[in-house]
């Protein structure tokens, strides 16, 4: 299996990580009203897992093919 | 400062005198082959045109009253971009090997490169967006005006109320129209890539994201203390607390689901998306950083969204419109130039969207309406025309314009109303009726023509019923009646609780309802018919792009230089069309263009390039003018079919063939093993005849040595010696007779004397010949005759022979005293058999037929001592027996004695 592919194929598992992050129901989970250092809970994860899942798209994408 | 509008204007134009300014550089760059945009950060910041105002201003504005519900807009594209290796670059691909110039083209080539097709797309396109575009001048008109008042806060009025000349909006419009034209029609371009324009829409990006944080900052640090009090302050007022969480309702998540998915198909269609992303592309590769870096910049642009809307909310009495906090913020607190800085940042935003979606959609209202319809009239002596770039770009400025009033048009009628709210979302339903087209396209040969129009058609139908109507309605330019009671009153054909279903909110709805319609549709009409020729050619090209260019197969006919180049000049200038002629001439290593041979590869060329200025479908249409692409007659396809029917002849011989081969092999592979089995024989006979020969020789040298060497030996003893002595040379002159004999036989040089012969006389001559022998050894023998004497046609001797033979095994193989030998003769109608029967030990059944092979003795572990005799009797007997017409053969029960039986033909009774 050459590498391309395999990015492809961990693009498409972050893709899946990424609906499941953002979608019900692990959304209804963090949707209350608590806060983590004085942000609401929903926003905090939404941000974070956000920005979470774009540092691993940039990790992937932006390794040296060598 | 503020106070004067000239100020603003005076920044406004310098702003876009620097867009400009890059844009003209850029332009120079590329010229001279160093491209400014050719570079994966430009890419990726030139994606971010799909933040808009709407973005800028409306996502506060939608933050206040949805709370985190402004999200799913941005996170969509975030899980497509994570797909963008998959869709985005592979439509990247797709597009560079066909010369895309826009979604219509796209669509239109991929099924066939239709002309109605792409108009349709055209159509939905342009409806589908010139709110959108309204929406811009909206917010670039309020901004300003809003700026105007400051420091005071004051609400702009209402769209109609003001008169036309003092419509902000309405010069917005005109100065957007006029810098679009400028930028995007200065020359026409043989790809249909704008760098300069692109270089500034990146340039424009950074600039909304570093006004839109800078807000941000201002708000949270400035205003507030930090994100945890602005967050903390919102949480005491009970409004605004609602806001940190969603309502926990199924239909809450699934109009958050059903956004997330509409912003995932948007990012890739919306005109002005497909434009940068796709045509504008510079290599495909630069989708790589695109997939991190774009998301990267939504995610920073949306950091400080909610921040902002809930201080605009806790700052503000509930009079100023939340869609201008970003504006209206600074200028509470009195920060001029950061209220500059944000009227700026909007003013990218809009200017950024604006140009690329008037210029994509100019392409395609140029290349995929009012292109077909002139080529059409060719009695307008289109065709006749020497140089028709010129007409190209007038299109397109007229379309820009039109486009840009049809926008402003939209915005003065519809004011406040509902329908400029809503329309971001309404704009992204009607690209998503794309989706089935486009993505089922790039994956599915089995797409038709015919399917991509009936979902098209049915999914923008339920779109408009189910969307824009209602939108209409809510703003009072339709009546509402069929709102509430459903058209002609029908309850079920209510436009937002379409069938009864209810529940939803209406984008969700909307979705639901026109995919299914066009999905469904385009799979049923695709399904009706396989794909014809042309549209198979083009589905290879679009499903298959990774295997690369599949040749030019279909593509029949040819056309020469001479038709083509005039063609090609017309559209794209003279000097332009030569020169990428003589650059494809080079590269097939033609000095001149001339030379260039008038073959399918030629036609092909200049197709795409044509494709290129006025787009696939109108560019096939022209150079089949010319062309005259030879459709395939019925001589070519009974040759096609011909070729076929000999290939599957030939494979068809080809398995009889080598079912033949396999067959000989097998039977090679016999005969082979059948020689090494004679060879092997061949040695054996060869050593046991000499092992047989050195037997009685060994003993006549012994006794003749005994006889030389002792002089003084008795008589009797060398009596004796001597009778051994000929009794050996007597042994091994009839074996080596009967070798001769065999190998005679078997050569089938012996002497045969053939004659009437009475069998019975044969057999008693042979008997009497043995009778002393039995005698002696107290064996009973006895013969059995019939009364006559029966005649057969043999040789008399070699009867005896096998008589003698056959006696001499039976005496052999008896016990003295007791033994038994009978020779009995039986008579049919047409053959006579002689038995010779004994009761000796019998033969065993493995070797009734080894008895019959040269040397090969019988019962040789049943005696005790190896029985005498040469080995060679009985081969010798059935050749002889065979030669007459008879057979030869052993019975025998083990322990009961062998009976050998061989028969002869009676001569025929005439």
Not at chain 2, 107 to 133: E, F, M, W
Not at chain 2, 730 to 745: F, G, M, P, T
Request: neutral net charge.
């Amino acid at each position: 299996m050459n590498r391309s592919s395999l990015t492809a194929q961990r693009l498409a598992a972050l893709f899946l990580l990424g609906c499941a992050l953002f979608d019900y129901p692990l959304l209804a989970l963090f949707n209350r009203s608590s806060e983590v250092f004085g942000i609401p809970l929903l926003y905090a994860f939404l941000f974070g897992s956000w920005f979470a899942l774009i540092v691993l798209m940039a990790l992937l994408m932006e390794r040296r093919e060598d | 400062m503020l106070q004067q509008g000239w100020v603003i204007a005076a920044v406004s134009f310098a702003y876009l005198g620097v867009l400009f300014a890059i844009a003209y550089y850029a332009d120079r760059r590329a010229d001279r082959g160093r491209s400014l945009i050719a570079n994966p950060t430009v890419y990726a910041l030139s994606l971010a045109v799909y933040c808009t105002t709407w973005t800028f201003y409306g996502s506060v504005g939608r933050a206040a009253a949805t709370g985190i519900g402004f999200l799913p807009i941005y996170l969509g594209p975030t899980l497509m971009l994570a797909l963008g290796w998959f869709f985005l670059h592979k439509i990247v691909r797709v597009a560079k090997a066909n010369r895309i110039t826009s979604i219509a083209d796209f669509v239109a080539s991929r099924y066939g490169k239709s002309q109605l097709l792409g108009g349709l797309v055209t159509v939905i396109a342009v409806i589908g967006v010139v709110p959108y575009i309204a929406l811009q001048l909206k917010a670039v008109s309020n901004s300003f005006t809003i700026l105007l008042n400051y420091p005071a806060i004051v609400m702009p009025a209402s769209g109609g109320a003001v008169p036309l000349w003092q419509d902000s909006a309405l010069y917005v419009a005109v100065i957007l129209a006029t810098f679009t034209i400028l930028f995007g029609t200065r020359h026409l371009d043989a790809t249909e890539r704008h760098e300069g324009m692109v270089a500034a829409i990146a340039f424009e990006s950074v600039v909304k994201l570093v006004a839109f944080i800078a807000v941000g900052v201002f708000v949270t640090f400035g205003i507030y203390d930090g994100f945890a009090d602005v967050f903390d302050r919102a949480e005491a007022v009970p409004r605004l607390a609602k806001l940190l969480v969603t309502a926990d309702t199924a239909a809450s998540y699934g109009s958050w689901s059903a956004l997330t998915f509409l912003s995932m198909l948007s990012v890739l269609l919306l005109p002005r998306q497909f434009q940068i992303a796709v045509v504008e592309n510079v290599n495909a590769a630069h989708v790589r950083r695109a997939v991190w870096l774009f998301p990267l910049y939504l995610f920073l642009i949306n950091i400080f969204v909610l921040p902002i809307a809930l201080g605009g909310m806790l700052g503000f009495p509930s009079g100023v419109d939340a869609d201008t906090f970003v504006l209206t913020l600074p200028m509470a607190h009195r920060q001029e130039a950061l209220a500059l800085l944000v009227f700026i940042g909007g003013l990218s935003a809009a200017t950024g969207m604006v140009i690329v979606e008037t210029i994509a959609l100019s392409t395609m209202v140029c290349n995929d309406l009012v292109m077909p319809v002139l080529l059409r009239w060719r009695s307008l002596g289109l065709a006749a025309r020497r140089d028709l770039s010129g007409l190209l770009l007038a299109i397109r400025r007229w379309a820009i314009a039109a486009i840009l009033m049809l926008g402003y048009v939209y915005f003065r009628a519809a004011g406040e109303a509902y329908a400029l709210v809503g329309i971001g979302l309404i704009s992204f339903a009607a690209v998503a009726q794309f989706a089935p087209a486009v993505i089922g396209g790039l994956y599915w040969q089995g797409g038709t023509r015919e399917g991509a129009l009936a979902g098209l058609l049915a999914g923008f139908g339920v779109w408009a019923y189910t969307l824009l109507l209602p939108s209409f309605a809510k703003s009072g330019w339709l009546p509402d009646d069929f709102m509430t009671q459903g058209l002609f009153g029908i309850a079920l054909l209510r436009p937002q609780q379409l069938l009864g279903l209810t529940g939803l909110d209406e984008i969700s709805h909307c979705m639901i309802w026109s995919l299914l319609a066009n999905i469904g549709c385009y799979l049923a009409v695709s399904l009706r018919r396989a794909p014809n020729a042309r549209e198979a050619r083009q589905a290879t090209l679009f499903v298959d792009v990774a295997r690369g260019h599949p040749g030019l197969a279909g593509w029949r006919g040819g056309a020469r230089v001479a038709d083509l180049l005039p063609l090609a000049a017309r559209c794209l200038g003279p000097e332009k069309a030569r020169a990428a002629f003589a650059r494809h001439a080079q590269s097939r290593g033609i000095e001149f263009v001339e030379q260039l041979p008038a073959d399918a590869d030629l036609v092909h060329f200049a197709e795409s390039l044509l494709a290129g200025a006025i787009g696939s479908a109108s560019a096939h249409a022209m150079v089949a003018s010319v062309v005259q692409e030879e459709p395939l007659g019925l001589e070519e396809v009974m040759s096609i079919l011909d070729e076929a029917s000999q290939l599957r002849t030939h494979s068809r011989e080809l398995e009889v063939k080598s079912r033949e081969l396999e067959k000989a092999t097998a039977e090679l592979r016999a005969a082979n093993e059948r020689l090494r089995e004679l060879d092997r024989m061949k040695d054996d006979f060869i050593s046991t005849v000499t092992h047989e020969l050195r037997t009685p020789l060994t003993s006549i040298r012994a006794f003749s040595e005994m006889l030389h060497d002792d002089p003084k030996l008795a008589l009797s003893e060398r009596e004796r010696f001597l009778g051994i002595i000929v009794g050996e040379t007597e042994r091994l002159s009839r074996l080596i007779n009967q070798i001769l004999d065999l190998a005679k036989l078997e050569s089938g040089r012996a002497e045969w004397r053939t004659a009437e012969v009475d069998l019975g006389e044969v057999a008693r001559e042979s008997v009497t010949s043995f009778s002393q022998i039995c005698r002696d050894k107290g064996i009973a023998i006895d013969l059995q005759l019939p009364a006559q004497p029966v005649l057969v046609l043999a040789d008399r001797d070699r009867l005896i022979q096998v008589m003698l033979n056959l006696l001499a095994n039976a005496v052999k193989f008896v016990a003295p005293a007791t033994g038994r030998v009978e020779v009995r003769l039986r008579v049919t109608h047409q053959e006579v058999g002689v038995e010779v029967a004994d009761n000796g030990p019998g033969i065993r059944p493995e070797e009734r037929e080894t008895i019959f092979e040269k040397f090969r003795q019988g019962g040789q572990d049943v005696m005790t001592d190896k029985p005498q005799g040469t080995g060679l009797g009985l081969p010798i007997s059935r050749q002889i027996v065979e030669y007459f017409g008879g057979r030869l053969w052993a019975e025998s029960v083990p322990g009961q004695g062998a009976r050998f039986i061989f028969t002869l033909p009676l001569p025929d009774r005439r």
